[in-house]
């Protein structure tokens, strides 16, 4: 039988609730998800790629040892081309989370890229959940910047992180 190796690729800043609830999700769908934290320092992140790390693994790990999410899933980070961070991790599944129909187009483009780029890559697109549709890291970072409430946008490990960071 073939062993299922799939990557949930993303920026992840920050990780929002529709992030983990997509994480949570694939981890059932493959034998081994790795949760690929992107370095892009062309978006401009707010957290660093190793404070990134540091919060989704906290996150998960919290959800394995509450039995919410199996053990099955890792954390690594990657600055280079997915298909090749893919390669490198013997990964043949990219997971994709869709909020609204505007997101497909882009995805759609990218995964027929990276189809091209990689012909054993599969991409599987998860609707993200219907409460969270709207909701963004661009959003949660606005959001925070002007001090508002964002407990319902991310974990409680993410809102504490973001609120340090930004000072309000």
Same mark, same amino acid.
């Given at each position: &039988?073939?062993?299922?190796?799939?990557? $949930?690729? #993303?920026?992840?800043? %920050?990780?929002?609730?529709? +992030?983990?609830?997509? &994480?949570?999700?694939?981890?059932? !769908?493959?034998?081994?998800?790795?949760?690929?934290?992107?370095?892009?320092?062309?978006?401009? %992140?707010? *957290?660093?790629?190793?404070?990134? *790390?540091?919060?989704?693994?906290?996150?998960?790990?919290?959800?394995?040892?509450? #039995?919410? &999410? %199996?053990?099955?899933?890792?954390? @690594?980070?990657?600055?280079?081309?997915?298909?090749?961070? /893919?390669?490198?991790?013997?990964?043949?599944?990219?997971?994709?989370?869709?909020?609204?129909?505007?997101?497909?187009? $882009?995805?759609?483009? &990218?995964?027929?890229?990276? @189809?091209?780029?990689?012909?054993?890559? =599969?991409? !599987?697109?998860?609707? /993200?959940?219907?409460?969270? +549709?709207?909701?963004?890291?661009?959003?949660?970072? =606005?959001?925070? /910047? $002007?001090? #508002?409430?964002?407990?319902?946008?991310?974990? %409680? =490990?993410?809102?504490?992180?973001?609120?340090?960071?930004? #000072?309000?």
């Amino acid at each position: &039988m073939a062993h299922h190796v799939a990557i $949930y690729p #993303g920026t992840f800043d %920050p990780l929002t609730l529709g +992030h983990h609830d997509i &994480m949570r999700r694939a981890a059932r !769908i493959c034998d081994h998800l790795i949760v690929g934290v992107a370095e892009n320092v062309g978006k401009n %992140p707010l *957290f660093s790629v190793s404070e990134r *790390f540091d919060i989704v693994s906290q996150v998960i790990d919290k959800d394995i040892q509450n #039995g919410d &999410m %199996p053990d099955h899933v890792t954390v @690594k980070t990657f600055n280079n081309l997915l298909t090749d961070f /893919a390669r490198a991790e013997q990964a043949s599944i990219l997971i994709r989370g869709l909020r609204a129909v505007s997101d497909f187009e $882009y995805e759609f483009q &990218m995964a027929s890229a990276n @189809k091209r780029l990689n012909a054993d890559i =599969e991409t !599987i697109f998860l609707m /993200a959940p219907e409460q969270q +549709h709207f909701v963004a890291s661009r959003l949660v970072k =606005e959001v925070a /910047a $002007y001090g #508002g409430d964002i407990s319902s946008f991310v974990c %409680p =490990e993410v809102a504490e992180a973001v609120k340090a960071k930004i #000072g309000k």
